[in-house]
């Protein structure tokens, strides 16, 4: 499935995972945030990393949930976002 980045407006391929029958969550931007206002929302693997590195703030004002951001790092660190 293809979708745009709503910061640099490039191209995503969602991943399909069979073991979840359903499509890497990782791209969303609401699954991060949980924010209803960010559904359907998506932002490619190079802008999560800019957030994460370049801007820490806005990163821990978007992203709150604790757990999420353990699977954050967690994805950082095992370069499923890279
Ligand atoms: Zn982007």
């Known amino acids: 499935m293809e979708k745009k980045c709503f910061k640099c407006k490039k191209k995503i ?3 399909y995972v069979l073991s979840k029958k359903g499509y890497s969550l990782k791209n969303n ?3 991060w945030t949980e924010n209803p206002k960010h559904e359907n ?3 490619c ?9 370049n801007d ?7 992203v709150k949930n604790n757990k999420k ?3 954050f790092t967690a994805y950082v660190y ?5």
Do not use: P, V
């Not at 693997?45 to 590195?53: A, E, G, Q, T, V």
């Not at 095992?78 to 890279?82: L, W």
């Open 41 to 43: 929302k998506f932002i």
């Open 56 to 62: 820490k703030g806005k990163y821990l004002e978007e």
């Open 29 to 31: 931007w609401d699954y």
């Open 45 to 53: 693997n190079s802008c999560l990393l800019d957030l994460y590195y």
């Open 13 to 15: 391929i969602l991943k």
């Open 69 to 71: 951001r353990r699977i």
């Open 78 to 82: 095992n370069k499923t976002i890279s």
